[in-house]
């Protein structure tokens, strides 16, 4: 059924960049907006970044904007999140997660995460 497989998280210092890869199978992964969520040690799930289908309109958490970029490509059924700049407070565990057609924050699928560690 519906897979969603991240990877590329690791240990980077402060100012450095990771690229996250997640894929995905089990559905048409080209007819739906897919999202990443983290969350922090000890805190809740937060929402970083959404993308539509078409990956021609993507949205970002004012805490990442202008530092990270969500990408897809559909030919590969793999969605993306290039992570620049990073700090601190991006530690977290990402998680790629599918929203449910026509909510903006609920989720149907979700992966199993990748740990991101920002630390000098």
């Known amino acids: 059924e519906v897979q969603l497989v991240e990877s590329g998280g690791g240990l980077v210092q402060p100012g450095g960049s990771l690229r996250l890869s997640c894929a995905a199978s089990?559905?048409?992964?080209?007819?739906?907006?897919m999202s990443w969520v983290r969350q922090a040690p000890g805190k809740g799930l937060e929402w970083v970044s959404g993308i539509n289908s078409g990956g021609d309109s993507t949205t970002y958490a004012d805490s990442v904007k202008g530092r990270f970029t969500i990408s897809r490509d559909n030919a590969k059924n793999t969605l993306y999140l290039q992570m620049n700049s990073l700090k601190p407070e991006d530690t977290a565990v990402y998680y790629c997660?599918?929203?449910?057609?026509?909510?903006?924050?609920?989720?149907?699928?979700w992966g199993q995460g990748t740990q991101v560690t920002v630390s000098s």
């Open positions: 997660a599918k929203p449910i057609l026509g909510r903006l924050r609920e989720y149907d699928y």
């Open positions: 089990g559905f048409t992964f080209s007819g739906y907006a």
